[in-house]
């Protein structure tokens, strides 16, 4: 595409993301925690912002690769707002929480993610990124799956007692 260099610091941090996964693969033997999470959001929402000022259809791209976290993180936080709860507060309602406890343990659910993002999101994003389909099509047609798993799985719900 024209876009190499940009490709160098994204792949320095997935070797270094690659080296912390063997420890936190499932089942977990340390956790990255909030610090760490927020940290990669922010460095991803760096890149994003860089490759869009080199080519705008790159924003649609990584909204697209991200789509897995964005669309969990947001639907859970405007349910969670519209149920008046304290958003700032420690929960467990994640779409992707809830369907590690319907089946269990996490390892099914997080190859489940690994398998919707190189085989949905990613071919998703080559055709905005590469071949030209309209980014906010790219983007309809990335989501609209994902937010139904979303709520299939219940994303921002209350936990019910057992």
Known sequence: TGFEALV??????AAA???FLCWNFPPARIFM???GSGFLGIILGIFSLQ????APQFLWVWLILLGVFIVDATFT???RLMRGDKVYEA???HAYQFASRSVGRHLPVTVGVLLINLFWLLPVALCVGVWGLDGLLGLLIAYVPLVLLAVRYRA???EKAI
């Not at 160098?8 to 941090?13: G, I, Q, R, T």
Request: charged fraction near 15%; proline fraction near 4%; avoid cysteine.
């Open 8 to 13: 160098w610091a994204p792949l320095l941090l």
């Open 33 to 35: 925690g909030d610090a």
């Open 91 to 93: 929960h467990r309602s």
């Open 51 to 54: 490759a869009s000022s080199n």
């Open 77 to 79: 936080l405007l349910r």
């Open 156 to 158: 921002g719900e209350l």
């Open 17 to 19: 993301v690659l080296g």
